[in-house]
Protein backbone atom coordinates (compact mmCIF):
# COMPACT_ATOMS: atom_id res chain seq x y z
CA UNK A 1 0.00 0.00 0.00
CA UNK A 2 1.29 3.90 -0.84
CA UNK A 3 1.54 5.84 1.87
CA UNK A 4 0.62 9.67 2.15
CA UNK A 5 2.38 11.77 -0.79
CA UNK A 6 3.41 15.18 -0.09
CA UNK A 7 4.87 17.70 -2.15
CA UNK A 8 6.97 19.87 -1.94
CA UNK A 9 9.68 18.50 0.58
CA UNK A 10 10.96 21.66 1.37
CA UNK A 11 10.34 25.77 0.96
CA UNK A 12 11.80 28.56 1.27
CA UNK A 13 9.63 32.19 0.63
CA UNK A 14 10.17 35.61 2.00
CA UNK A 15 7.04 36.56 4.84
CA UNK A 16 4.04 38.36 2.72
CA UNK A 17 4.37 35.63 -0.34
CA UNK A 18 2.24 32.88 -0.91
CA UNK A 19 2.98 29.24 -0.60
CA UNK A 20 0.74 26.05 -1.69
CA UNK A 21 1.57 22.40 -0.12
CA UNK A 22 -0.37 19.39 -2.10
CA UNK A 23 -0.95 15.92 -0.36
CA UNK A 24 -2.48 13.00 -1.89
CA UNK A 25 -3.89 10.59 0.93
CA UNK A 26 -3.83 6.10 0.53
CA UNK A 27 -5.98 5.14 -1.69
CA UNK A 28 -9.98 4.88 -0.60
CA UNK A 29 -8.98 7.10 2.63
CA UNK A 30 -12.08 9.12 2.58
CA UNK A 31 -10.94 11.14 5.65
CA UNK A 32 -8.02 13.76 5.50
CA UNK A 33 -6.49 16.07 7.91
CA UNK A 34 -3.98 18.55 7.69
CA UNK A 35 -1.98 19.60 10.80
CA UNK A 36 0.87 21.72 11.59
CA UNK A 37 3.86 21.19 13.60
CA UNK A 38 5.63 24.08 14.43
CA UNK A 39 9.65 22.69 15.89
CA UNK A 40 9.46 21.21 19.19
CA UNK A 41 5.85 20.79 19.38
CA UNK A 42 3.47 18.71 18.99
CA UNK A 43 0.79 18.15 15.49
CA UNK A 44 -1.59 20.58 15.83
CA UNK A 45 -4.65 20.52 13.57
CA UNK A 46 -5.46 23.06 10.95
CA UNK A 47 -8.47 21.32 8.39
CA UNK A 48 -10.14 18.06 8.58
CA UNK A 49 -12.17 16.55 5.35
CA UNK A 50 -14.29 13.82 4.95
CA UNK A 51 -14.65 13.52 1.42
CA UNK A 52 -14.65 16.91 -0.19
CA UNK A 53 -16.65 18.64 2.55
CA UNK A 54 -14.97 20.15 5.71
CA UNK A 55 -15.41 18.43 9.09
CA UNK A 56 -13.57 20.90 11.02
CA UNK A 57 -11.49 24.05 10.79
CA UNK A 58 -11.37 25.65 13.75
CA UNK A 59 -8.24 26.41 13.92
CA UNK A 60 -7.42 27.34 10.81
CA UNK A 61 -6.60 31.30 10.45
CA UNK A 62 -9.06 31.69 7.92
CA UNK A 63 -7.88 35.21 7.04
CA UNK A 64 -4.61 33.63 5.49
CA UNK A 65 -4.90 29.69 5.36
CA UNK A 66 -7.27 28.33 3.15
CA UNK A 67 -7.32 24.58 1.65
CA UNK A 68 -9.31 22.20 -0.54
CA UNK A 69 -9.92 18.54 -1.54
CA UNK A 70 -11.58 18.54 -5.00
CA UNK A 71 -12.97 15.12 -6.14
CA UNK A 72 -12.76 14.41 -2.47
CA UNK A 73 -9.01 12.50 -3.24
CA UNK A 74 -5.95 14.76 -3.31
CA UNK A 75 -6.02 17.93 -1.31
CA UNK A 76 -4.12 21.53 -1.13
CA UNK A 77 -3.30 23.76 1.25
CA UNK A 78 -2.17 27.51 0.48
CA UNK A 79 -0.68 30.43 2.66
CA UNK A 80 -1.17 34.02 1.47
CA UNK A 81 0.80 36.22 2.51
CA UNK A 82 2.58 34.12 4.63
CA UNK A 83 4.22 34.94 8.44
CA UNK A 84 7.28 34.29 10.15
CA UNK A 85 4.90 32.30 12.57
CA UNK A 86 4.08 29.58 9.42
CA UNK A 87 7.46 28.38 9.85
CA UNK A 88 6.73 24.85 10.62
CA UNK A 89 5.98 21.10 8.99
CA UNK A 90 2.93 21.12 7.08
CA UNK A 91 1.68 17.10 7.53
CA UNK A 92 -1.01 15.54 5.41
CA UNK A 93 -2.90 12.65 6.99
CA UNK A 94 -5.57 10.27 6.36
CA UNK A 95 -7.48 7.23 7.24
CA UNK A 96 -10.20 5.07 6.77
CA UNK A 97 -13.73 5.53 8.25
CA UNK A 98 -13.26 1.55 9.48
CA UNK A 99 -9.70 2.78 10.53
CA UNK A 100 -10.41 5.36 13.39
CA UNK A 101 -8.99 2.80 16.39
CA UNK A 102 -5.90 2.70 14.55
CA UNK A 103 -4.69 6.71 13.75
CA UNK A 104 -3.81 7.61 11.01
CA UNK A 105 -1.28 7.40 8.32
CA UNK A 106 0.89 10.51 8.22
CA UNK A 107 3.08 11.60 5.00
CA UNK A 108 6.40 13.19 5.89
CA UNK A 109 5.49 16.78 5.98
CA UNK A 110 6.40 19.75 3.99
CA UNK A 111 9.07 22.10 6.05
CA UNK A 112 8.33 25.73 5.47
CA UNK A 113 10.56 28.48 5.97
CA UNK A 114 9.39 31.61 5.80
CA UNK A 115 11.99 34.34 5.81
CA UNK B 1 -3.84 24.31 30.28
CA UNK B 2 -2.88 22.04 27.81
CA UNK B 3 -5.48 19.44 27.35
CA UNK B 4 -2.72 16.89 26.88
CA UNK B 5 1.07 17.65 28.68
CA UNK B 6 3.71 15.55 28.11
CA UNK B 7 7.28 15.88 29.41
CA UNK B 8 9.68 17.45 26.13
CA UNK B 9 13.13 16.27 27.57
CA UNK B 10 15.39 15.28 25.83
CA UNK B 11 15.84 12.34 27.22
CA UNK B 12 19.19 10.51 26.91
CA UNK B 13 19.29 6.95 28.30
CA UNK B 14 22.56 4.25 27.95
CA UNK B 15 21.32 1.09 25.60
CA UNK B 16 19.42 -1.60 27.28
CA UNK B 17 18.06 0.86 29.19
CA UNK B 18 14.27 0.66 30.24
CA UNK B 19 12.34 3.83 29.31
CA UNK B 20 9.36 5.36 30.63
CA UNK B 21 7.51 7.91 28.33
CA UNK B 22 4.44 9.71 30.16
CA UNK B 23 1.68 12.30 29.29
CA UNK B 24 -1.40 13.68 31.32
CA UNK B 25 -4.43 14.98 30.38
CA UNK B 26 -7.16 16.69 31.47
CA UNK B 27 -10.06 15.96 29.13
CA UNK B 28 -12.50 12.97 30.42
CA UNK B 29 -13.35 12.49 27.47
CA UNK B 30 -10.31 11.03 25.79
CA UNK B 31 -10.77 6.94 25.10
CA UNK B 32 -8.59 6.54 22.52
CA UNK B 33 -4.97 6.66 23.30
CA UNK B 34 -2.23 6.14 20.94
CA UNK B 35 2.07 6.82 20.85
CA UNK B 36 3.18 7.80 17.66
CA UNK B 37 6.64 7.81 16.84
CA UNK B 38 8.68 10.25 15.09
CA UNK B 39 12.08 10.04 13.47
CA UNK B 40 13.86 13.17 12.36
CA UNK B 41 12.32 15.18 9.18
CA UNK B 42 9.64 12.52 8.80
CA UNK B 43 6.05 12.05 9.72
CA UNK B 44 4.50 10.99 12.68
CA UNK B 45 4.08 6.58 12.69
CA UNK B 46 1.49 4.78 14.67
CA UNK B 47 3.62 2.81 17.64
CA UNK B 48 0.80 1.68 19.47
CA UNK B 49 -2.76 2.26 20.29
CA UNK B 50 -5.38 1.45 23.26
CA UNK B 51 -8.83 2.26 24.62
CA UNK B 52 -9.14 0.81 27.91
CA UNK B 53 -7.30 1.10 31.56
CA UNK B 54 -4.68 -1.00 32.14
CA UNK B 55 -1.50 -2.33 30.06
CA UNK B 56 -1.03 -3.52 26.10
CA UNK B 57 2.20 -5.15 25.22
CA UNK B 58 3.78 -5.60 21.54
CA UNK B 59 7.56 -6.62 22.20
CA UNK B 60 9.65 -4.51 23.98
CA UNK B 61 6.96 -2.14 24.38
CA UNK B 62 4.22 -1.41 26.90
CA UNK B 63 1.71 0.99 26.61
CA UNK B 64 -0.38 1.54 29.55
CA UNK B 65 -3.31 4.07 30.35
CA UNK B 66 -5.07 4.65 34.00
CA UNK B 67 -7.89 6.86 33.21
CA UNK B 68 -8.74 7.00 36.94
CA UNK B 69 -5.63 9.44 36.74
CA UNK B 70 -5.56 10.76 33.41
CA UNK B 71 -2.28 9.66 32.66
CA UNK B 72 -0.55 7.28 30.15
CA UNK B 73 2.82 5.53 29.61
CA UNK B 74 4.84 4.15 26.92
CA UNK B 75 7.51 1.73 28.07
CA UNK B 76 10.57 0.84 26.11
CA UNK B 77 12.50 -2.36 27.32
CA UNK B 78 15.86 -3.14 26.13
CA UNK B 79 16.39 -0.17 24.25
CA UNK B 80 18.10 -0.02 21.36
CA UNK B 81 20.33 3.01 19.33
CA UNK B 82 17.29 2.88 16.94
CA UNK B 83 14.52 3.46 19.28
CA UNK B 84 16.37 7.32 19.21
CA UNK B 85 13.01 9.26 18.11
CA UNK B 86 10.67 11.77 19.33
CA UNK B 87 7.19 9.83 20.88
CA UNK B 88 4.52 11.89 20.90
CA UNK B 89 1.15 11.16 22.86
CA UNK B 90 -1.95 11.03 20.60
CA UNK B 91 -5.66 11.29 22.45
CA UNK B 92 -8.94 11.27 21.31
CA UNK B 93 -12.86 11.37 22.35
CA UNK B 94 -14.86 8.04 21.29
CA UNK B 95 -17.37 9.88 19.64
CA UNK B 96 -18.58 8.10 16.26
CA UNK B 97 -16.75 10.78 13.31
CA UNK B 98 -14.95 12.59 15.41
CA UNK B 99 -11.35 11.91 14.66
CA UNK B 100 -9.34 14.65 15.81
CA UNK B 101 -6.57 13.80 17.34
CA UNK B 102 -5.04 15.96 19.81
CA UNK B 103 -1.12 15.40 20.62
CA UNK B 104 1.40 16.12 23.37
CA UNK B 105 4.15 18.31 22.19
CA UNK B 106 6.75 15.10 21.94
CA UNK B 107 9.52 13.88 24.19
CA UNK B 108 12.52 13.77 22.48
CA UNK B 109 14.84 10.77 23.30
CA UNK B 110 18.16 9.19 22.64
CA UNK B 111 19.84 5.69 23.54
CA UNK B 112 23.49 5.97 23.58
CA UNK B 113 25.57 2.77 22.44
Known amino acids: EAGVAQSPRYKIIEKRQSVAFWCNPI?????LYWYQQILGQGPKLLIQ????????DSQLPKDRFSAERLKGVDSTLKIQPAKLEDSAVYLCASTSPGGTNYGYTFGSGTRLTVV | QKEVEQDPGPLSVPEGAIVSLNCTYS??????FMWYRQYSRKGPELLMY????GNKEDGRFTAQVDKSSKYISLFIRDSQPSDSATYLC?????????????FGQGTRLTINP
Open chain 2, 90 to 102: AMRPIIQGAQKLV
Open chain 2, 27 to 32: NSAFQY
Open chain 1, 27 to 31: SGHAT
Open chain 2, 50 to 53: TYSS
Open chain 1, 49 to 56: FQNNGVVD
